[in-house]
Protein backbone atom coordinates (compact mmCIF):
# COMPACT_ATOMS: atom_id res chain seq x y z
CA UNK A 1 0.00 0.00 0.00
CA UNK A 2 1.36 3.45 -0.99
CA UNK A 3 1.29 6.34 2.08
CA UNK A 4 -0.73 8.89 2.07
CA UNK A 5 1.54 11.63 1.02
CA UNK A 6 -0.06 14.28 -1.96
CA UNK A 7 1.59 13.83 -4.85
CA UNK A 8 2.03 16.50 -7.50
CA UNK A 9 3.67 16.28 -10.94
CA UNK A 10 4.05 20.37 -12.31
CA UNK A 11 4.27 20.14 -16.10
CA UNK A 12 5.22 22.24 -18.90
CA UNK A 13 6.78 21.83 -22.46
CA UNK A 14 10.37 21.73 -21.84
CA UNK A 15 10.76 21.09 -18.17
CA UNK A 16 13.49 23.51 -18.06
CA UNK A 17 12.05 27.01 -17.47
CA UNK A 18 8.74 27.14 -15.84
CA UNK A 19 7.77 23.85 -14.32
CA UNK A 20 11.59 23.74 -12.48
CA UNK A 21 10.42 26.85 -11.03
CA UNK A 22 6.88 25.41 -9.74
CA UNK A 23 8.84 22.36 -8.62
CA UNK A 24 11.24 25.04 -6.42
CA UNK A 25 9.00 27.09 -5.13
CA UNK A 26 6.41 24.39 -4.35
CA UNK A 27 9.04 22.49 -2.34
CA UNK A 28 9.93 25.78 -0.54
CA UNK A 29 6.77 26.98 0.41
CA UNK A 30 6.26 23.35 2.10
CA UNK A 31 9.71 23.30 3.86
CA UNK A 32 8.48 27.01 5.55
CA UNK A 33 5.41 25.13 6.27
CA UNK A 34 6.77 22.03 7.89
CA UNK A 35 4.92 19.94 5.30
CA UNK A 36 7.32 18.28 3.41
CA UNK A 37 6.61 15.05 4.93
CA UNK A 38 2.86 15.41 3.78
CA UNK A 39 3.42 15.95 -0.51
CA UNK A 40 5.75 14.09 -3.16
CA UNK A 41 6.76 17.08 -6.01
CA UNK A 42 8.07 16.62 -9.09
CA UNK A 43 8.18 18.29 -12.26
CA UNK A 44 8.53 16.98 -16.42
CA UNK A 45 7.68 18.29 -19.52
CA UNK A 46 5.29 17.07 -22.16
CA UNK A 47 8.55 17.47 -24.66
CA UNK A 48 11.93 14.90 -24.18
CA UNK A 49 14.04 17.34 -26.37
CA UNK A 50 15.82 18.71 -23.21
CA UNK A 51 16.09 15.48 -21.19
CA UNK A 52 18.54 14.73 -18.80
CA UNK A 53 19.55 18.84 -18.82
CA UNK A 54 19.39 21.46 -15.80
CA UNK A 55 16.97 23.86 -15.88
CA UNK A 56 17.23 27.22 -18.02
CA UNK A 57 19.73 29.50 -16.58
CA UNK A 58 17.24 31.99 -16.42
CA UNK A 59 14.95 30.37 -14.44
CA UNK A 60 18.10 28.89 -12.01
CA UNK A 61 19.31 32.94 -11.58
CA UNK A 62 15.68 34.12 -10.61
CA UNK A 63 14.82 31.18 -8.44
CA UNK A 64 18.76 32.00 -6.89
CA UNK A 65 17.12 35.63 -6.31
CA UNK A 66 14.81 34.42 -4.44
CA UNK A 67 17.07 32.00 -2.23
CA UNK A 68 15.77 28.58 -3.93
CA UNK A 69 18.36 26.51 -5.84
CA UNK A 70 16.89 24.62 -8.37
CA UNK A 71 20.22 23.78 -10.01
CA UNK A 72 20.05 20.04 -9.33
CA UNK A 73 16.80 19.30 -11.12
CA UNK A 74 16.97 17.79 -14.58
CA UNK A 75 14.46 17.51 -17.21
CA UNK A 76 12.50 14.41 -17.80
CA UNK A 77 9.65 13.78 -19.92
CA UNK A 78 5.98 12.39 -18.71
CA UNK A 79 4.28 9.80 -19.95
CA UNK A 80 0.72 8.09 -19.58
CA UNK A 81 2.49 5.46 -17.76
CA UNK A 82 2.48 7.34 -14.86
CA UNK A 83 -1.24 7.65 -14.44
CA UNK A 84 -0.98 6.30 -10.91
CA UNK A 85 1.75 7.56 -9.55
CA UNK A 86 0.39 11.08 -8.98
CA UNK A 87 -2.74 12.98 -7.51
CA UNK A 88 -2.72 15.87 -9.29
CA UNK A 89 -0.68 17.61 -12.92
CA UNK A 90 -0.45 20.68 -12.36
CA UNK A 91 0.22 22.39 -16.10
CA UNK A 92 1.87 25.89 -17.16
CA UNK A 93 -0.77 26.29 -19.76
CA UNK A 94 -3.58 25.15 -21.54
CA UNK A 95 -1.62 23.36 -24.34
CA UNK A 96 0.47 21.81 -21.57
CA UNK A 97 -3.06 20.61 -19.73
CA UNK A 98 -4.71 19.45 -23.45
CA UNK A 99 -1.56 17.16 -24.35
CA UNK A 100 -1.56 15.71 -20.57
CA UNK A 101 -5.08 14.68 -21.53
CA UNK A 102 -4.35 13.62 -24.66
CA UNK A 103 -1.64 11.18 -23.02
CA UNK A 104 -4.90 9.58 -21.36
CA UNK A 105 -4.02 11.11 -17.75
CA UNK A 106 -7.69 11.61 -15.72
CA UNK A 107 -9.27 14.85 -16.81
CA UNK A 108 -10.14 15.38 -13.23
CA UNK A 109 -6.76 15.41 -12.12
CA UNK A 110 -5.10 17.89 -14.09
CA UNK A 111 -5.07 21.08 -13.36
CA UNK A 112 -3.97 24.69 -14.66
CA UNK A 113 -1.63 26.07 -11.84
CA UNK A 114 -2.33 29.72 -12.66
CA UNK A 115 -6.43 28.62 -11.64
CA UNK A 116 -4.95 29.08 -8.16
CA UNK A 117 -3.36 32.49 -8.27
CA UNK A 118 -6.08 34.56 -7.75
CA UNK A 119 -8.01 37.24 -9.60
CA UNK A 120 -6.45 39.52 -12.45
CA UNK A 121 -3.88 36.67 -13.53
CA UNK A 122 -2.97 34.86 -16.73
CA UNK A 123 -4.38 31.50 -17.71
CA UNK A 124 -0.99 30.70 -19.02
CA UNK A 125 2.21 30.91 -17.52
CA UNK A 126 3.87 32.99 -19.66
CA UNK A 127 6.59 30.96 -21.76
CA UNK A 128 10.10 32.76 -20.91
CA UNK A 129 11.73 30.31 -23.10
CA UNK A 130 10.89 32.30 -26.49
CA UNK A 131 10.28 35.74 -25.25
CA UNK A 132 12.53 36.24 -21.60
CA UNK A 133 10.70 37.73 -18.87
CA UNK A 134 11.82 35.19 -15.80
CA UNK A 135 11.15 37.97 -13.40
CA UNK A 136 7.07 37.62 -14.17
CA UNK A 137 7.23 34.11 -14.64
CA UNK A 138 8.71 33.54 -11.35
CA UNK A 139 5.86 35.63 -9.22
CA UNK A 140 3.03 34.19 -11.15
CA UNK A 141 4.39 30.61 -10.39
CA UNK A 142 4.63 31.89 -7.21
CA UNK A 143 1.27 33.20 -6.82
CA UNK A 144 -0.08 29.82 -8.11
CA UNK A 145 1.91 27.45 -5.87
CA UNK A 146 0.89 29.50 -2.61
CA UNK A 147 -2.74 29.11 -4.00
CA UNK A 148 -2.45 25.49 -4.94
CA UNK A 149 -1.10 24.70 -1.73
CA UNK A 150 -3.69 26.66 0.13
CA UNK A 151 -6.50 24.90 -2.03
CA UNK A 152 -5.14 21.82 -1.11
CA UNK A 153 -4.74 22.08 2.86
CA UNK A 154 -8.44 23.13 2.56
P1 LIG B 1 9.30 25.40 -20.60
O1 LIG B 1 9.92 26.28 -21.80
O2 LIG B 1 8.17 24.61 -21.21
O3 LIG B 1 8.80 26.42 -19.62
O4 LIG B 1 10.42 24.55 -20.07
C1 LIG B 1 10.40 25.70 -22.99
C2 LIG B 1 11.64 25.13 -23.02
C3 LIG B 1 12.11 24.58 -24.21
C4 LIG B 1 11.33 24.61 -25.34
C5 LIG B 1 10.06 25.17 -25.30
C6 LIG B 1 9.60 25.72 -24.12
N1 LIG B 1 11.80 24.07 -26.56
O5 LIG B 1 11.10 24.18 -27.58
O6 LIG B 1 12.90 23.51 -26.59
Not at 16 to 40: D, K
Not at 80 to 92: I, L, P
Not at 96 to 112: I, K, R, S
Request: with cysteine.
Amino acid sequence: MRDSRTRILFVCLGNICRSPLAEGVFRTLLREQGLEGEFQVDSAGTGSWHNGEPPHPGSVDVAGRHGIDISAQRSRQVRGSERGDFDWWVAMDRSNAQDLQHLGLPEEAVLLLLDFAGPGTPDDVPDPYYEGGFDRTFSLVQAGCQGLLDHLLQ
